[in-house]
């Protein structure tokens, strides 16, 4: 793409290289015929001229090297420096003909209208990392010169303090991350909310929507207590309401803008939309999750009796209430208050009451943070902390979703939390009931464990089967490592490239900066091996696709243009191309310095996309050149994902330790069906426990294992399907790698299918005498 400017409706959920999370999901809705403003992007590449014609890219990455990562002052100092170098700098005139023309459009001259505009960031609503609340937005922008005002805001907020403090803290290089902007027409709400179409406290299968008066900032920002209703998505019948009393709700200002206004005394505690609407919306999000395929988190309101949507992505952290709270023991004059639990977890710590007029640097290492709302830029405060709790807020307000995907334990809308505790007390939170207790306390599975033995917080099942996790970034290894799993059965590298190099990697070879390649990827290795040593790492060499290495920063220059990339030039074809086998090389070196001299020998290398024997045995060839050989300390796997894997195993058996079947692309080549078509997925025909699927899966297992090797599995189809699970187990897998948040349910449903088989076989052995 190489548009500056593109109307919302050309747009769909793959062009987040372009106009980021928002921009992309808000196509991807009005394609599919959902309710949402119109609206136009300015895309990266608008940004990118911006940085060209005021070249100010090289002053912003100095700024950037001078952060003291120790000091939280040091971070704002930087930011605000890098916002002003954007504000000294006038857009180019012919993008901003461009910008009022498309302005145009959404608002004709002469006509009165408010437009919303807000920053979409690249790195922004993945299914990884939902970067809330880290740029900028603003509303109700009232006419040509006030927007392009906003827009360069908007700019230069992906330099906001607390958005450097979360790409740092997620893994993301600060290079790789660019800024699209999204002008959509206000709508101007009556009411407003956020709809989750699973809980994101606990995971159960409910539609929870918060709902409260006026604009959606407020309940967004935390400022306000929300209404909360369930619903029941298989029954769509509502199941649970939480009316809160809200005292005033944000509008239009006079002159844009927005501005606080009281609501009604007759209206403050009132259930802010009737029953039918509730369902009406839980409808539209049964429907937006349909279109998805998975779980989605939405922003809704309503004007004139019509709702819209306004923004979507996927939940990036879903919480597991069970087994992880105070039990019904605590005497009930240790409860200092409560509130709604929104992020699982218990933690004890020292209060530190903050508000915005303080230092960030005041909280400190193990402090619990107690104010009234938490804001963005809040984030580096809230990763020291061990503990959230705020006087506002529902179950989608900042400071709930920062804390799910910190992992840290957050009680939100106490009401009082900032008057009741005082800076020094020692309290214990619990996230998940929304208790607050005063002093120290144990947990009873804690207490207990000291007279049995026993130290599980959790009942987790042992199994036969190895049970693994898939992993894409180093900064979560040391979190998903406490995880009583076998090791890590899919390591993703090409999130390393993306995380710690930022660009191409044959641009980073032609420019000189070899060691440097070869130095960051191995940090990135050898910190997830770290944390899982010395249980296995099974690290899947680079299978990014021609379409996504052109994405990255100097792609273009070597990466050709494919009709069809998902089974075009990738994985092990790739590696041997004269195009591309230094880069590979490198990728090998980086494997070996992280196994030897960062002394990471945990870490097994597995092949993608292996297609001919030609290509293994060349690869084999190149690995040993840099010494990396099979041996009783190094396995080489291949994935399984091809048919020729399946028909061909007794060959591939030869020159392998191992298989994990790649289930999506063994699926989808299979059966002739490309699993990212909406069309043939809403139709059924993409699913794992297709028979064909199944025969070849079963096939695979056989004749390795007559072989001696292993066969595992790293597909997301035994997190969905429990009878996939069972037949995974019947037919004799060893291993079943897992997402970090299907783990422990997985486990289960893989102890159930172990027990199942095994009271089938003995009944077996008993009909036979």
Known sequence: MDKKIVDVNELRVDDIPYVGGKGANLGELTSAGFPVPGAFVLTTVAYDYFLEKSKIMGKIEKELKSIDKSSDQSLADASKRIRALFEAHEIPEDLKKEIISSYRIVVPKGKTGFVAVRSSATAEDLPDASFAGQQETFLNVKDENDLIDKIRKCWSSLFTARAISYREKQGFAHSVVKLAVVVQKMVNSEVSGIMFTVDPHSGAKNIIIEAGYGLGEAIVGGEVTP???????????????????????????????????????????????????????????????????????????????????????????????????????????????????????????TVKIYDEKMSLDVVKDGDILVTKMTMPDMVPAMSRSVAIVTDEGGMTCHAAIISRELGTPCVVGTGSATNVLKDG??????????????????????????????????????????????????????????????????????FLFTNYIGEHPCAVIDD?????????????????????????????????????????????????????????????????????????ICELR?????????????????????????????????????GLKRGPDFKLYFMAEIPVNIFMAEEFCK????????????????????????????????????????????????????????????????????????????????SISLNPDTFVKTKRNIASAEQRILLKTLREMDSKK
Not at 528 to 552: G, H, Q, W
Request: net charge negative; hydrophobic share 35%.
């Open 590 to 626: 980086a494997i070996k310095k992280a196994r030897d001299e960062l002394g990471m020998k945990n870490i097994f290398v597995m092949l993608p996309f292996v297609r001919t024997i030609f290509e293994v045995e060349e690869i084999v060839g190149m690995m040993e050149s840099v």
């Open 227 to 349: 209404d909360t209703y369930d619903v029941d998505k298989s029954k769509m019948a509502i199941t649970k309401k939480r009316i809160s009393t809200q005292k005033w709700r944000y509008i239009r200002g006079p002159d844009g803008g927005n501005v606080k206004e009281d609501v009604p005394a007759s209206d403050e505690k009132k259930q802010k939309i009737e029953d039918r609407r509730i369902l009406e919306i839980a409808e539209i999000g049964r429907q937006v999750e349909i279109h998805y395929q998975r779980p989605m988190d939405m922003e809704w309101c309503i004007e004139g009796g019509k709702v819209y949507l306004v923004q979507a992505r996927p939940i990036t952290a879903v919480g597991n209430s069970g087994g992880n709270s105070v039990k019904d023991d605590v005497s009930g004059e240790s409860i200092l208050l409560s509130g709604l639990g929104a992020s699982p977890g218990f933690a004890t710590g």
């Open 512 to 584: 000189g900066r070899t060691d440097q390649l070869i130095d960051k990827l191995s940090d990135g290795i050898a910190k997830t091996a770290r944390a899982f040593y010395p249980r296995p790492v099974i690290l899947r060499t680079s299978d990014f696709k021609t379409n996504e290495y052109r994405d990255m920063k100097g792609g273009a220059d070597y990466e050709p243009n494919e009709e069809n990339p998902m089974i075009g030039w990738r994985g092990c074809s790739r590696y041997i191309s004269k195009n591309y086998r230094d880069a590979f």
């Open 655 to 734: 020159y392998c330790d191992a298989f994990s079947i790649g289930s999506n692309d063994l699926t989808q080549l299979i059966l002739g069906c490309d699993r990212d078509s909406d069309i043939l997925g809403r139709m059924g025909y993409f699913d794992e426990r297709n028979p064909g699927v199944k025969a070849a899966i079963s096939h695979l297992i056989k004749v390795a294992h007559k072989n001696g090797k292993t066969v595992g599995i790293c597909g997301q189809g035994p997190s969905v399907y429990p009878e996939l699970v069972e037949f995974l187990v019947e037919e004799g897998i060893d």
């Open 425 to 494: 007390d020692v309290i214990t939170v619990d996230g998940t009931t929304g208790t607050i207790y005063k002093g120290e306390i144990k947990k009873k599975q804690e207490t207990e464990s000291h007279a049995t033995g026993t130290v599980s917080a959790e009942f987790i099942p042992i199994t036969g089967t190895k049970v693994m996790v898939n992993m894409s970034m180093p900064a979560k290894a040391d979190e998903v490592a406490k995880l009583p799993c076998d090791g890590v059965g899919l390591m993703r590298s090409e």
